[in-house]
């Protein structure tokens, strides 16, 4: 999968988004952690944008579903979105990392952000409410300059 969208131009449903994340796990690159994550990641124009962690012999190096997401919508020219939601195989659902959090802030806080698991449960938030008091963008603006 590259990229979705709803057929007649509608929205695609939660249950949906979650299909596609689930599906998304399901290649994931997590031989270290064997904590497999998939992410959808979708643009206000209904693209959708599929993630996976991506680990590496070199532990660090790894990335998250979410990131992986964010990065296939940038590059395919998306940087506005309205929906994210993850799937993991965790007991409970479970929320994206500071790391991610900070990434998806780049693009706006009021995201509705979704986690399944594959029990059922599920959990949501707005980007906002994970990441209040965030740096943005817009801080910068007020940035002295360099070197003073
Ligand atoms: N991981 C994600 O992909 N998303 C998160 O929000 C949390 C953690 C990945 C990173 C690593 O590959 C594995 O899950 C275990 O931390």
Redesign the pocket.
Known sequence: MTETRAPDGDALSWEDLAAEARSARER?H?P??R?A?G?VLEADDGRVFAG??V?SASYPV?????RVALGHAVVSGARSFRRLV?A?GAPVA????GM?RQALAEFGLELEIMSVTLNGAAATWRLGELLPASFGPEQLTAAPEAGS
């Open positions: 994931a997590a270290y952690s904590f994550v992410a996976c962690n680990e790894g990335t998250c579903a979410e993850v993991t479970a929320s994206p990392c991610c």
